[in-house]
């Protein structure tokens, strides 16, 4: 049974900091890896997505690693705003078709 | 583009009675639709996958009976808490799946959430 661990599971930062959070999945047969975003009592914002065969996705100032063979993915945030302060959550999917698993992620304050 | 929306954000109904939540994929189809629910401080749990047409597959320890899912057409699954109960006060939020053909494969889009308060 595929678990998914995020950690840590709170961070806080002061503002311009890069911020590193980390991802760890049991069973590295995965389909994809995606990240996202909560602010509280909202739903959630796809960051980035990795496909299996990829190592890594970009997108502004985040960039999301995928080592399937150790069952990692890490997400990097550069220069953290308090704009940034939110739940970062990590999820992997079995095949096209499978369930998302979550973490249960970490929760990010960026202090100005 | 890939905009799904839940409608209503947050409702407050008293015990025993049902509330039905919408959610729609306003500019892609989705044969596939999931609802998830999620407790304070707690990441989300699958509930059930809704499958346009055909009855949905509920995860164990889910009662099928209690939350009912319709996906009716290819842009909307409802899901029906009845008789309602305080235990069941929780953020619920739905997920749709493009279907292929319209962007990268296995890409999800979730709504807002919906707030449910049973008094």
């Known amino acids: 049974k595929q678990e998914v661990t995020q950690i840590p599971a709170a961070l806080s930062v002061p503002e311009g900091e890069n911020l590193v959070l980390n991802c760890s999945f049991t069973?590295?047969?995965?389909?994809?890896l995606q990240w996202f975003r909560q602010d509280p009592g909202k739903g959630l914002t796809s960051l980035l997505l990795?496909?299996?065969?990829?190592r890594e996705q970009t997108s502004g100032r985040l960039n999301a690693s995928l080592d399937k063979s150790s069952g990692r993915s890490t997400l990097y945030i550069a220069a953290s705003q308090p704009g940034d302060s939110a739940t970062y959550l990590c999820?992997?999917?079995?095949?096209?078709?499978?369930?998302?698993?979550f973490g249960a992620g970490t929760q990010v304050v960026v202090t100005p | 583009g890939a905009v799904v929306s839940q409608h209503p954000s947050w409702v407050i109904c008293k015990s025993g009675t049902s509330v039905k939540i919408e959610c729609r994929s306003l500019?892609?189809?989705?044969?596939?639709m999931f609802w998830y629910r999620q407790f304070p401080k707690q990441s989300l749990m699958l509930m059930a996958t809704?499958?346009?047409?055909?009855?949905?597959?509920?995860e164990q320890g889910v009662e099928k009976d209690k939350f009912l899912i319709n996906h009716a057409s290819l842009t909307l699954s409802t899901l029906t808490v009845t008789s309602a109960h305080p235990e069941d006060s929780s953020f619920y939020i739905c997920?749709?799946?493009?279907?292929?053909?319209?962007?990268?494969?296995?890409?999800?889009?979730f709504g807002e959430g919906s707030r449910l308060t049973v008094l």
């Open positions: 809704s499958n346009e047409g055909s009855k949905a597959t509920y």
């Open positions: 069973d590295s047969a995965i389909y994809n």
């Open positions: 999820a992997v999917r079995p095949d096209s078709w499978g369930k998302l698993q």
């Open positions: 500019d892609f189809q989705a044969t596939t």
């Open positions: 990795i496909q299996s065969s990829q």
């Open positions: 997920s749709a799946r493009w279907d292929a053909g319209q962007g990268p494969p296995g890409e999800l889009f």
